[in-house]
């Protein structure tokens, strides 16, 4: 999993020096915000990512300039952004009831279809106010069944040790929540009789491979061979997800140090779509599928 850097955390900080210390760092990926695309301009911005080897594949993008489609498209392209999130509400633009929560998803909807039509993700950053209690059930209800098409709905319930997660997706219609299933999270480890909290990067790891495992799933089986063919193995990939899947990074069922990740790209495989590719036994060692196969990371896209 790649893990980014979000520039609004070092937003008191000059830019140039933030971007050479982030790339130092190890970082491949940014993820910017809302003075970012003034100052300086798209362009000047998009050399000093450059220079610094750095892509921003995600952006937070104030409400206004959302609602100014051409703009942000124009500002994605520049930049190279495939998913644009709205980051905030102002105090003043926070709904304050159930019908209030209703008109605002509904309003992100309607703001992120062409984004989503576009081959972008649309997303929504919450913070502590979508979750005040209207009528007896939080903002953020309100808001998740009137804009279902923000794709995949994450509900986690811990008791310290563990965290149960459950996943929804958007149905086909775009107007409803279906289950994908549920799995379970370990928080802690036991280290020599001791029980210690797993850390935060293994936490979220295990976390995004969970989430994707739900979303996209994959099968190696052995084709029936005759006398006068080579062994073929099929790869069945399922797009369980309501996104488009255009390729995924795979390896083998137990993990071992130095061990290379294989990659099918090209795919297009439509929402909750299967797709099946034969190959032959050189191609399926060298993708190192031989003991099994575990999915690392698939590149989904809106309609």
Same mark, same amino acid.
């Given at each position: ?5 979000q520039l609004y955390s070092a937003r008191n900080y000059p830019l140039a020096d933030v971007l050479k210390k982030v790339a130092a760092l190890g970082y491949t990926q940014v993820e910017g915000y809302g003075a970012l695309y003034a100052n300086p301009d798209p362009a000047a911005l998009k050399a000093l990512l450059d220079q610094n080897g ?16 051409? +703009? ?39 703001? !992120? +279809?062409?984004?989503?039509?576009? !081959? ?45 997660? @459950? ?14 299933? +549920? ?15 797993? +850390? ?6 295990n976390f995004a491979e969970g989430l994707l495992n739900r979303l996209v799933r994959v099968q190696v089986t052995k084709k029936p061979r005759t006398d006068t063919t080579k062994a073929v ?18 390896? !083998? ?9 294989? @990659? ?5 495989? !439509? ?25 690392? @990371? ?6």
């Amino acid at each position: 999993m790649d893990i980014g850097f979000q520039l609004y955390s070092a937003r008191n900080y000059p830019l140039a020096d933030v971007l050479k210390k982030v790339a130092a760092l190890g970082y491949t990926q940014v993820e910017g915000y809302g003075a970012l695309y003034a100052n300086p301009d798209p362009a000047a911005l998009k050399a000093l990512l450059d220079q610094n080897g750095l892509t921003m594949p995600t952006a937070h993008i104030s409400l206004g300039d959302l609602e100014d489609t051409s +703009k942000t498209l124009k500002l994605a392209e520049t930049l190279g952004i495939k998913v644009v999130v709205c980051p905030w509400l102002a105090p003043h633009e926070r709904p304050l009831s159930a019908s209030g929560w209703q008109k605002f998803g509904e309003k992100l909807q309607k703001i !992120g +279809k062409p984004f989503q039509d576009a !081959g972008l993700g649309f997303g929504y950053h919450n913070h502590d106010f979508e979750f005040v209690s209207y009528d007896g059930r939080f903002g953020m209800d309100y808001l998740l069944e009137a804009a279902p098409a923000v794709a995949c709905e994450v509900r986690i319930a811990s008791d310290g040790q563990t965290a149960s997660v @459950a996943v929804k997706s958007s149905n086909d219609r775009l107007d409803g929540w279906e289950p994908m299933g +549920k799995f379970t999270l370990d928080l802690t480890q036991t280290i020599e009789g001791q029980v210690e909290p797993l +850390k935060a990067p293994l936490v979220a790891d295990n976390f995004a491979e969970g989430l994707l495992n739900r979303l996209v799933r994959v099968q190696v089986t052995k084709k029936p061979r005759t006398d006068t063919t080579k062994a073929v193995f099929l790869v069945q990939v399922d797009n369980a997800s309501p996104l488009i899947l255009n390729g995924i990074a795979l390896t !083998g069922a137990v993990a071992e140090k130095g061990q290379k990740v294989g @990659a099918i790209a090209g795919l297009n495989v !439509g929402p909750r779509r299967s797709l099946t590719l034969p190959t032959l036994f050189n191609s399926y060692k060298a993708l190192g599928l031989t003991d099994g196969v575990r999915v690392l @990371a698939a590149d989904l896209s809106g309609l």
